[in-house]
C-alpha cells in the first residue's frame, strides 16, 4: 500500500454566497439594514446601506438573526484528501505490461469557522483519468455525499468514496496507433455546494489545465452532466477540454491472419 | 469420743477465721494468676507478617493475537460516510451511514429486490434476475484441487479433463475433483471481447494469487424462439469454447488444436475459421431448429489455460436472414442474448472489439 500525501486546502469562503440586504435587530432593539459579510472570530461583519461595515457579536443580534445567520452564512471549511493507491499484483497469468492501479479516496472536510451552520451541504468528488490510447479524459468517478454539520464550533463530515481502478495494458493483438490502451489517473476535484447549489468551496490536485481549474462552477456543471448523462460505465464518460462526451478509441479493423 | 464430741459441741473454737484466711489467700492467688493471664493476652506481641515463600508458577508464553486477513485484490464497494463534530464532542461520532451506493441490489428488510442492472459485468450479475432469462455460471479453477490446493495440472491434462466432461454428457460430476467457486455468476448473453484471462476468475470471487491458470465455466439456462426458425451459433473464444442445445453439442469455438484436442465435434460448415474475430478465426456451428414459444436448455462452456488474454464471443445466424457485411466479408451477426445488454456493458464491449465483429441489435431468446 503506498499512500500519496495528503493534501489540505483552506478556502476562506465564509458567507460571500450569502449575501443579501435585510433587516436585522441588535438585542436592544435597535434596527438597521445590512448585508452580511463575514463571521470573523465569532463575531459578524455585516455592512451597512451606506457601505459602511460594522462588527457586532453574535450575542448582541436577535435569536431570530442568529437563526438566520445559522441557515445562511455559510462556513469556512477546509478539504482534506487522502488517496491511497495500490498496484494489482502481476501473477504468471497477468498479460505483461498490464497494470492495474486501485485508488481509494478519503474526503475530510472540516468546518474551520465558529459559527454554527444548519444548512445541508453536499460534497462532490470527481476523479478525472487522460486516455491513453487518446487524447482525451475520462470521468472515473463521481461520488456524493449529502451532509449537515453536527453542532458546535468545529465540526467534519468525512466519506470514503468507492475504489476505482485504472488499467494501462499493452494490447499487442490489436493493431492501433498505440498498442497500450487504458486509463491513466490525471486528478481529482473536490467542490461542496450549500443547499443553494452554490458552491462555497473546491479542491483539486489538477495543475496546468485551466480548462478545468479555471472556472470551477463550469467545470463541476460539465463533469456532472457527463455523470448524468453516462450509462453507468467509464466507456460512456470520455470527454473534451469543453466537457462534451467524446466517442471512445476504438480498434481499427485490420487484416489478420494469425491461424489459431 | 462421745466425751470429745460433748466437750467441743458445736463449731471447734478457731476454725471460721482460719476458713477465712484461707478464702482470702485463695482468691488473692486466683486474682494474681487471673491478672498474669489477662496481661499476658494483652501484652501478646502482634505477630509479624512474614511474606510466604515465592511460589514457582509454570510460565506461559502469551500468544500474539493473529488475525487472518482476507486478502482480496478487490476492495470492498462501500462508501463510509462520516459526520462528526471534533472540538466540542470530541468523544462522540454518529453512527456510520454505509451502503449510500449500494443501488436497489442491497435488499430491504430481508426481501430480496430487483438485481442492479449496472451491477452487471461481461461475465454476468451476482444474482439472478427475472429480466429476460439468465443462464447460471459455475467456476472451475482446474488447476486447484476441491480443497483449493494446486494439483499439477498439466495442458494435455486440463483438455483431457474437458474432453471427460463433455463425453460424460456435460455432468458437472466429472469436475467434481477440481475447486469450484462458490460464487455464481447470472449471464444473459456471452459476448466477452478480448480481455485478461485473470478478469474471468476474478469476477468469480477468486482472489487475484489464487492459481488461475486453468480454468473453466459452465453456464446453464433455457432459450426460446418467439418465431421459431432454423438458427447457428458463430463463436470464438480463447482458448475454449462449446456450445450445447437440447442435449446436443453444436459448436466448438475455441482455438483450433484446443477444440480438437476437447472434443470429435466437427464443423461442415463453409464458413467455419474463415472470419476472425478478436485475433482469431470464428468457429461456425451447426444448424439447429427452434419451435415457436417452445423453450429449450442451452449450455455453454468457456475456459482458458496459460492466461493472458482470453475472449468467449457468441453471435447467433438465423437460416433465411440477410446480414450486413464487414470488412472481412463475414456477416455483422447479431450477439446471442436473452435479455437486452445493458448500455454500460455496451459501451465496455465497443471499448475491445473491433468493428463490425457483432451487432447489439437483434432478437432476444427470452423464455416468456
Known amino acids: ?40 472570530f465569532g463575531d459578524i ?42 498496484k494489482r499484483p502481476e501473477m504468471e497469468w497477468t498479460i505483461p505490461e498490464d497494470v492495474t492501479t486501485l485508488y481509494t479516496c478519503m474526503v475530510r472536510i472540516n468546518k474551520i469557522s465558529e459559527l454554527p451552520y444548519k444548512g445541508k451541504l453536499t460534497a462532490e468528488l470527481f476523479l478525472l483519468a487522460t486516455e491513453v490510447d487518446g487524447e482525451n479524459y475520462i470521468l472515473i468517478q463521481r461520488e456524493k455525499s449529502e451532509f449537515v454539520f453536527p453542532e458546535g464550533k468545529r465540526s467534519q463530515h468525512e466519506f470514503q468514496a468507492k475504489d476505482v481502478q485504472l488499467r494501462r495494458y499493452n494490447a499487442s493483438w490489436a493493431a492501433t496507433a498505440s498498442r497500450y490502451r487504458g486509463a491513466e489517473y490525471f486528478g481529482y476535484l473536490i467542490a461542496v455546494s450549500d443547499d443553494q447549489g452554490r458552491i462555497i468551496s473546491s479542491k483539486t490536485d489538477i495543475k496546468d489545465a485551466d480548462w478545468i481549474t479555471g472556472d470551477i462552477s463550469t467545470s463541476v456543471e460539465g463533469l456532472r452532466k457527463l455523470a448524468i448523462n453516462g450509462r453507468g460505465s467509464v466507456y460512456s464518460r470520455h470527454f473534451d477540454t469543453t466537457f462534451e462526451k467524446t466517442e471512445v478509441p476504438r480498434i481499427p479493423w485490420h487484416k489478420r491472419d494469425a491461424w489459431f | 469420743m462421745k466425751k470429745l464430741f460433748r466437750k467441743t459441741k458445736g463449731l471447734i473454737r478457731g476454725v471460721p477465721s482460719a476458713v477465712l ?82 443501488g436497489l441490489s442491497g435488499g430491504i428488510g430481508g ?45 494435455s491434462e486440463f483438455y483431457r479433463a474437458v474432453r471427460r466432461f463433455y463425453e460424460s454428457g456435460w455432468n458437472p460430476r466429472s469436475f467434481a475433483m477440481y475447486y469450484r467457486a462458490p460464487q455464481k455468476l447470472y449471464a444473459t448473453f456471452f459476448y466477452i471481447p478480448m480481455t485478461a484471462s485473470e478478469f474471468v476468475p476474478r469476477s468469480f470471487g477468486i482472489p487475484d494469487e489464487v492459481y488461475s491458470f486453468f480454468w473453466l465455466t459452465h453456464y446453464k439456462g433455457k432459450i426460446m424462439s418467439k418465431t421459431g426458425g432454423t438458427f447457428r451459433f458463430w463463436g470464438r473464444a480463447e482458448n475454449m469454447m462449446a456450445v450445447r ?52 436448455e442451452m449450455e455453454i462452456t468457456f475456459g482458458d489455460e496459460n492466461g493472458a488474454w482470453t475472449q468467449a464471443t457468441l453471435t447467433i445466424e438465423e437460416k433465411g436472414v440477410e446480414y450486413p457485411k464487414n470488412e472481412d466479408g463475414a456477416p455483422i451477426l447479431p450477439i446471442f442474448k436473452t435479455a437486452e445488454i445493458p448500455g454500460h456493458l455496451i459501451d465496455e464491449i465497443e471499448y475491445s472489439m473491433i468493428e463490425g465483429e457483432a451487432s447489439f441489435e437483434g432478437p432476444v431468446f427470452n423464455v416468456y
Request: charged share 25%; glycine share 8%; hydrophobic share 40%.
Open chain 1, 45 to 86: 461583519m455585516l455592512k451597512e446601506a451606506n457601505g459602511h461595515t460594522r462588527m457586532i457579536k453574535l450575542d448582541d443580534l436577535s435569536s431570530k438573526d442568529q437563526a438566520y445567520l445559522f441557515q445562511h452564512a455559510s462556513p469556512t471549511i477546509e478539504i482534506n484528501l487522502t488517496k491511497t493507491i495500490r
Open chain 2, 21 to 102: 484466711l484461707s478464702a482470702v489467700f485463695h482468691f488473692i492467688l486466683l486474682s494474681i494468676a487471673g491478672s498474669l493471664v489477662v496481661f499476658s493476652v494483652m501484652k501478646k506481641e502482634e505477630k509479624k507478617f512474614v511474606p510466604p515463600p515465592p511460589i514457582e508458577r509454570p510460565k506461559m508464553d502469551l500468544k500474539k493475537p493473529r488475525v487472518k486477513v482476507k486478502k482480496t485484490a478487490k476492495p470492498s464497494a462501500t462508501q463510509r460516510i462520516v459526520s462528526k463534530n471534533v472540538q466540542s464532542m470530541p468523544e462522540i461520532q454518529l453512527p456510520e451511514i454505509s451502503g449510500m451506493s449500494a
Open chain 2, 245 to 296: 442445445i437440447s442435449g446436443k453439442e453444436v459448436l466448438q469455438g475455441g482455438h483450433i488444436d484446443a477444440a480438437e484436442l476437447a472434443s470429435d465435434w466437427r464443423s461442415t460448415a463453409s464458413e467455419h475459421r474463415k472470419f476472425y474475430r478478436g485475433h482469431g478465426p470464428m468457429g461456425v456451428g451447426d444448424w439447429f431448429e427452434l419451435e415457436a414459444g417452445v423453450p429449450v
Open chain 1, 1 to 40: 500500500v503506498k499512500r500519496i500525501g495528503i493534501w489540505i486546502g483552506l478556502f476562506v469562503f465564509c458567507g460571500l454566497a450569502s449575501a443579501e440586504v435585510r433587516g436585522w435587530e441588535d438585542n436592544k432593539g435597535h434596527r438597521f439594514k445590512a448585508e452580511f459579510v463575514q463571521e470573523l
Open chain 2, 111 to 155: 426481501f430480496e429486490m430487483m438485481p442492479d442492472p449496472a451491477e452487471m459485468t461481461l461475465f454476468g450479475g451476482k444474482s439472478s434476475s427475472s429480466i429476460g432469462n439468465d443462464f447460471e455460471g459455475t467456476f472451475y479453477a482446474m488447476g486447484l484441487d476441491r480443497a483449493g490446493r494446486r494439483n499439477g495440472m498439466s495442458y
